[in-house]
């Protein structure tokens, strides 16, 4: 079954060469050059992810991003602006999974949207050995998806989701943002700032209402990364 990929782009040149790499790679493409037509198919489609633009005529990428989090978890990528750092860190924090600059090369995309859909799919594929990771209250299901804390469920996205497994799988051992970036995305090809993955720890600590300063979950080694004591 092809993997469906939705495209919102008010820019028609770049949506319309972004649809046509993606289905040459064998994707099924809905492309859409406004908000409201792109949520119409986001509540009728099954979708695997979903590439949107920050600037669109009807309605903000960040504001549709959040919308789309209400309810689904596929990968979202947001397409940001020649070095405008503080979309990304929005899109991020409002729950993006990655962000590309424009301009950006077309296969570029093609290989975020395969990394993508390559961590997502095999994390809730259940192929994991162990299911269930517990810590101090915390119950992360690898085969479903799931994530507790205290029995409250926690509404993680498929990167966050990521990262505290990762954390929790290795307790004890502090995890470098490189590291993190690796295990998430696979490819040494993604090279990017530490500010990505900082991020989303940030975020991953206001839903487990985690201190910074006195972490009983995350806890930050400065110059090493990351770790959820033993």
Partial sequence: MQDKI??????????????????????????????ADAWSCIQTENLDLAILDVMLPDMNGFELCQKIREKYQYPVIMLTAKGEGIDKITGLTLGA????TKPFLPL??????????????????????????????????????ECTLNGKALSLTPTEFSILRILCQKKGEVVSSEELFHEIWGDEYFSKSNNTITVHIRHLREKMDDSFENPKYIKTVWGCGYKIEK
């Fill in 6 to 35: 939705l495209i919102v782009d008010d820019e028609q040149e770049i949506a319309d060469l972004v649809s046509l790499y993606l289905t040459n790679e064998g994707f099924q493409v809905f492309k859409f050059y406004n908000a």
């Fill in 97 to 100: 999974d990655d962000y590309i």
């Fill in 108 to 145: 570029e995309m093609v290989a975020r949207v395969k990394a993508q859909l390559r961590r997502y799919k095999h994390y809730n594929s259940g192929t994991q050995t162990d299911d269930v990771i517990t810590y101090s209250g915390l119950v992360i299901n690898t085969k479903t998806h």
